[in-house]
């Protein structure tokens, strides 16, 4: 599938942000595990959840999706692995990440594999951690990679954590641990890849009943024998998503507004919509809705994003449409998602008349005149949305393989052409 993108503006849309990835990952993991039924709420239906949702029916959980909500027979903990059971990750990080320390609660061996790209991306300090609780960790190729073959029980205990590459290898050990034989301790080390992903963690688990006490993003502490609890539950809308349409206005100029966010989520892409203030744009709240309008008058900006990774390319787009340099900075890990976003965000951004430049963990983005050409997103999602938005500023951007924001945002093409973007 090929998407050509036209020159817009300026605007005055209205969206409806899909539901989180994020939450819907983690509620459906909780509610697999609880004492008693859930029935979530609008979850995410996507190429990322449906692998967890595959998953967790590949691990005895039943999910039936009925009239837009998710109904999930909880099991107390206690997961029906059959033997031999290989678990195909595809292209989701994040179902490879928390299905790793699930597997320590089969009771029987479980391997787990995925994508070329998928087995490219570090686990190996997950796997350690791991081995302290009581798990067994074999590489079937790579040291330190997927695939990999994972046995043993969740013990319990205390395990120290390397996260400086992803926080969902901390996020994977707080979602099993309620289960867990013993209490279980985690200890992180300094330089916490993406913090705000571990809010959303705790948030959920508290949701379904399960105790966490914490210091910080320094220290866990999940005590055994209370674990997770049936309920309804509700996921929130997606900033990281949503994010797109905000950047539309912020570029094309005129007004975007989107619904179905919650004012005080804990999802660290809410920064997204500071940085577009501080750059120019006007943003304003109201309920559970939020309008970003703009005069395209956009300034360059100087800021930390390690807590809102999934904005960083969109950000990127309106940086370089900016009148004066732009700086983004705490991106180092960027580089171990679906793509290295980090090289491949400025070399596409060059490949369009840009001036783009890696430095170190940072991206540094100066004023140039724009102009279309062919984006191949590599597989990656958030590449090719991004970019797509860039192509509404620039016009003739062709975007290829398109297809591949089913990842995370199924209709994300149908929405724009449903507002007469395409």
Avoid at 32 to 53: K, M, N, Q, W
Avoid at 317 to 343: C, N, Q, W, Y
């Amino acid at each position: 599938m090929e998407v050509t993108l036209r020159k817009k503006g300026p605007l005055d849309l209205s969206f409806q942000a899909p539901p989180s990835k994020s939450y819907t990952h983690r509620a459906l993991i909780a509610a697999g595990l609880a004492r008693g039924d859930s029935t979530l709420l609008a979850p995410l239906i996507s190429d990322d959840t449906e692998v967890t949702r595959g998953s967790l029916r590949a691990m005895g959980v039943d999910i039936t999706h009925q009239n837009g909500s998710d109904l999930v027979k909880g099991t107390g903990g206690c997961l029906n692995c059959p033997a031999g059971l290989t678990l195909d990750m595809r292209n989701s990080g994040t179902s490879m990440r928390l299905f790793a320390s699930l597997a320590l609660l089969c009771g029987r061996p479980v391997t787990l594999t995925g994508s070329p790209r998928m087995n490219e991306r570090p686990i190996g300090p997950l796997a350690q951690a791991l081995r302290m609780l009581g798990g067994e960790v074999s590489y079937l190729g790579k040291e330190g990679y997927p695939p990999v073959t994972i046995s043993g029980s969740l013990l319990g205990g205390d395990a120290m954590v390397d996260a400086g590459i992803s926080s969902q290898f901390v996020s994977s050990l707080l979602m099993a641990a309620p289960c867990a034989k013993k209490d279980v301790s985690l200890f992180l080390g300094p330089g916490i890849a993406s913090p705000s992903y571990l809010d959303i963690t705790l948030d959920v688990m508290r949701s379904f009943g399960a105790m966490v006490d914490r210091d910080g993003y320094h220290r866990y502490h999940v005590p055994a024998g209370r674990g997770y609890q049936g309920r309804t539950y509700s996921i929130e809308g997606d900033y990281s998503s949503a994010s797109y349409f905000f950047a539309l206005a912020a570029m094309c100029g005129g007004r975007v507004e989107v619904s179905h966010l919650n004012p005080q989520s804990c999802q660290g892409d809410r920064r997204f919509l500071a940085a577009l203030a501080s750059m120019g744009c006007k943003v304003k709240g109201k309920g559970d809705t939020v309008e970003v309008s703009s005069d395209c008058d956009l300034q360059g900006i100087d800021i930390d994003m390690s807590s809102s990774p999934d904005t960083v390319q969109t950000l990127s787009m309106v940086a370089a449409t900016a009148k004066s340099p732009s700086r983004i900075t705490g991106i180092r890990h960027l580089k171990f998602k679906e793509s290295d976003r980090l090289m491949g965000t400025a070399r596409l951004l060059n490949a369009l008349g840009g001036d783009a430049r890696v430095e170190g963990d940072s991206l540094l983005i100066h004023p140039s005149t724009l102009h279309g050409g062919t984006i191949d997103p590599g597989d990656d999602h958030r590449t090719a949305m991004s970019f797509a938005v860039l192509g509404f500023a620039t016009g003739n951007v062709k975007i290829l393989h398109a297809e591949c924001v089913n990842k995370s945002f199924p209709g994300f093409w149908e929405r724009l052409a449903a507002k007469g973007l395409l």
